[in-house]
């Protein structure tokens, strides 16, 4: 299992902090579209490292074109010499039209032609097929050489998909060569509807499992003393109370017969009871939803439940000393 650590949110710390996660054994480093553009931070992150894997994880794909995204992920590849994946996700619509004022369409078929437009145009720089993609929601049909990259010789970057649904679940299997598994998952949701949609799209697409890379990281509950436990606990809560208020994610829950939660969620979060929504989550949803234990007993859990089909996940394990996190990522990595 590869193990992927997070780029600090301080640029101007990057170059130490990018150095010190390759030095301690990391696989990769991501950074996430939440309070910053999640591409800058990574061209930092590949002049100061030499052998990790860098991605976005993700980034908003519908707040961009597929001109746009073909055109940041040749860069970053190129320039980390074929080190960078794009992970990209779709966001909910209140955010693509309201944050972004871009268009919104059904989502699993416009993220299907979005990663079929980005190939299309990789297609014609790196093998010069023509440009003639024209499909329902993205027309590119004009490329001249001035426009074209000519540093090509690292390939086209790797595209993974976050998912939480079925359909688009199935859309990353199909288009995509990986998948995010959203952290509010739970392992009988993703045996039960995740994977199963993975093999669909895989076998649309041609190709087997061998082809085709899951990344899930579940919320972890632990701590070196009582303080970091109750703190990690708190955060978790929150967390799961925030994703569990998604109308998009009641399958999740619905899974385990907590679908009503969903309901009761959503309805205090449109009054702003965020500080109470936490307090519905009960510890048996923390243990489904994450993994409790003393630091010691973490990773073995991990790889119990996931180990079977989990290919990457992110270890920053935050809640210990530095020995035994470095010990951590050394289990996990065997």
């Known amino acids: 299992m590869k193990v992927d650590g997070h780029l600090t949110a301080d640029w101007h710390e990057i170059p130490e902090h990018i150095r010190k996660l390759e030095a301690e054994g990391y696989d990769g480093a991501g950074s996430a579209e939440m309070n910053h553009d999640p591409f800058f931070p990574l061209l930092l992150a590949a002049e100061h490292s030499e052998k990790i894997e860098i991605?976005?994880?993700?980034?908003v794909a519908f707040a961009r074109s597929p001109m746009i995204l073909a055109n940041l992920g040749h860069d970053l590849n190129a320039y980390s010499r074929g080190r960078f994946t794009m992970g990209l996700g779709s966001q909910i619509r209140a955010h693509i039209t309201k944050r972004f004022n871009m268009p919104w369409h059904a989502p699993a078929p416009q993220m299907?032609?979005?990663?079929?437009?980005?190939?299309?145009?990789?297609?014609?720089?790196?093998?010069?097929?023509?440009?003639?993609?024209?499909?329902?929601?993205?027309?590119?049909?004009?490329?001249?050489?001035?426009?074209?990259?000519?540093?090509?010789?690292?390939?086209?970057?790797?595209?993974?998909?976050?998912?939480?649904?079925?359909?688009?679940?199935?859309?990353?299997?199909?288009?995509?060569d990986g998948l995010i598994i959203h952290p509010f998952s739970n392992e009988k949701y993703i045996r039960e509807v995740t994977l199963p949609?993975?093999?669909?799209?895989?076998?649309?697409?041609?190709?087997?499992?061998?082809?085709?890379?899951?990344?899930?990281?579940?919320?972890?509950?632990?701590?070196?003393?009582?303080?970091?436990?109750?703190?990690?606990?708190?955060a978790a809560m929150n967390r799961i109370s925030f994703y569990g208020s998604t109308p998009a994610y009641k399958n999740?829950?619905?899974?385990?017969?907590?679908?009503?939660?969903?309901?009761?969620?959503?309805?205090?979060?449109?009054?702003?009871?965020?500080?109470?929504?936490?307090?519905?989550?009960?510890?048996?949803?923390?243990?489904?939803?994450?993994?409790?234990?003393?630091?010691?007993?973490?990773?073995?859990?991990?790889?119990?439940?996931?180990?079977?089909?989990?290919?990457?996940t992110s270890g920053g394990f935050g809640f210990v000393d530095k020995e035994q996190r470095l010990n951590m990522v050394a289990e996990l990595r065997a």
């Not at 437009?117 to 440009?131: F, Q, V």
């Not at 499992?209 to 990690?232: H, L, V």
């Open 252 to 312: 999740v829950l619905g899974v385990h017969g907590w679908g009503d939660l969903q309901i009761e969620l959503n309805k205090m979060s449109k009054q702003g009871q965020w500080q109470e929504m936490a307090g519905l989550v009960t510890d048996e949803m923390l243990d489904t939803f994450g993994i409790v234990g003393e630091p010691s007993t973490i990773v073995p859990e991990m790889k119990r439940r996931y180990g079977d089909f989990v290919d990457r």
């Open 55 to 59: 991605q976005t994880g993700i980034a």
């Open 197 to 234: 949609a993975v093999d669909r799209g895989l076998a649309k697409s041609g190709r087997s499992r061998d082809d085709f890379e899951i990344s899930y990281t579940p919320f972890m509950i632990s701590g070196k003393d009582e303080k970091t436990f109750e703190a990690n606990k708190a």
């Open 112 to 176: 299907r032609e979005l990663i079929q437009a980005i190939r299309a145009i990789w297609a014609n720089w790196y093998d010069g097929e023509p440009l003639r993609f024209e499909g329902k929601y993205y027309q590119h049909t004009l490329m001249t050489p001035a426009f074209s990259p000519q540093d090509t010789e690292y390939g086209r970057p790797r595209i993974t998909l976050a998912a939480v649904g079925p359909i688009m679940t199935e859309v990353a299997g199909e288009v995509a």
